[in-house]
């Protein structure tokens, strides 16, 4: 398997391989850039078909979260690991201590936290052998309430401020009263995200293969429900994917007929240049690793113990990051993902600058 000629490679720092035989464990652990601080990723567990796609996967992924720190602005490099599994039945106790022993060898320079197919439960697993796990423990947020450390709602906030930035920039309006919103995904996410825009006035037509969800945001914000492919199709302003990657490609992207794409998934555009063709078609398109760090943001500030307060006005920069993004785009004529990447790429170099 090759690693450096991989077309996903692209200067990353380290890419180690865990196995552990008795535990069943096969797993990578990816650092793309730890210049701006220790990379912090998820920790992702996948049925994948061959070692070549988790390493893809794992690639790709570190490198999106070097992007994502560096323009939310906090002290983090990126990284990403993934175990070869299926989480529905691949689980054990023994797989996630071996895990936790394989991200204790990099004493730190990875953090773990959840992503796709993985718990708070696994990740307290892996936390027995390895302090170097984020957003496990419980804390008092804004409110006073004891929540656990799920992520999901800061980074639902910060897709709420992101959408307000795009409404302001490409339909000159303050409010999102009135505005028609799509959304793919009523999880984690998409749901509090959905909670968020009813409250600000917004209509909604939402999409989920689990249809109790579909049930309860028709019950608790009056959406109005879609098939999947129905979605591509509706006219309204703002289309929020918040379910999974790769879904803007040629052929969805031929039928869209919203005005901005504004939403929490990871690697929302299949391959870059469809970026290019969202914004050739007029779309404004709000890059996902920008529009959806809230939660980065909130595990960067619990792991320092920083007051709840100050993650809140943190997330709710991310509108600025987004507004000087769309203005450089329009003056430039580029599509915004260009725009993220070589603003993000300008502080990796920068901070390589000051180093050497
Ligand atoms: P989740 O698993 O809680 O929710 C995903 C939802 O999408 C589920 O309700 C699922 O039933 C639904 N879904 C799956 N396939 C679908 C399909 N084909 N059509 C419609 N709905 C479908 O995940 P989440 O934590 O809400 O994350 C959503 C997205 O945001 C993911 O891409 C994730 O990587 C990304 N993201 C999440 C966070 C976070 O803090 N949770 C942070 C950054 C990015």
Known sequence: MSVFSSPDFDQHENVVFGYDQDAGLRAIIAIHNSQLGPALGGCRMYPYASEQDALRDVLRLSKGMSYKAALAGVALGGGKSVIMGDPRKDKSRH???????????????????????????????????????????????????????DPSPATALGVFCGIKAAVKSKLNRNELEGIRVSIQGLGHVGYHLARLLHEAGARLWVTDIDKARESDAIREFGAIAVNVGELYHLEVDVFCPCAMGAILDDQTIACLQVKIIAGAANNQLLESKHGADLHDKGILYAPD??????????????????????????????????????????????????????????????SYAQAS
Not at 101 to 112: E, H, M, Q
Not at 314 to 331: G, P, Y
């Open 95 to 149: 797989l996630f201590e071996a895990m936790g022993r394989f991200v204790d060898t990099l004493s730190g320079k990875y953090i773990a936290a959840q992503d796709m197919g993985l718990n708070v439960q696994d990740l307290e697993q892996i936390a027995t052998q390895s302090e170097y796990v984020s957003g496990i423990r419980h804390r008092v947020d804004e409110l006073g309430n004891l929540r656990a450390g």
């Open 289 to 350: 690793y920008v529009i959806n760090a809230g939660g980065l943001i909130d595990l960067f500030y619990f792991d320092h113990g920083k007051p709840a307060a100050d993650v809140k006005n943190h997330v709710e920069n991310i509108a600025n990051t987004l507004a000087d993004i769309f203005m450089a785009s329009s003056r430039k004529n580029l599509a915004t993902n260009i725009i993220a990447d070589e603003m993000a790429a300008a502080r990796f170099q920068f």
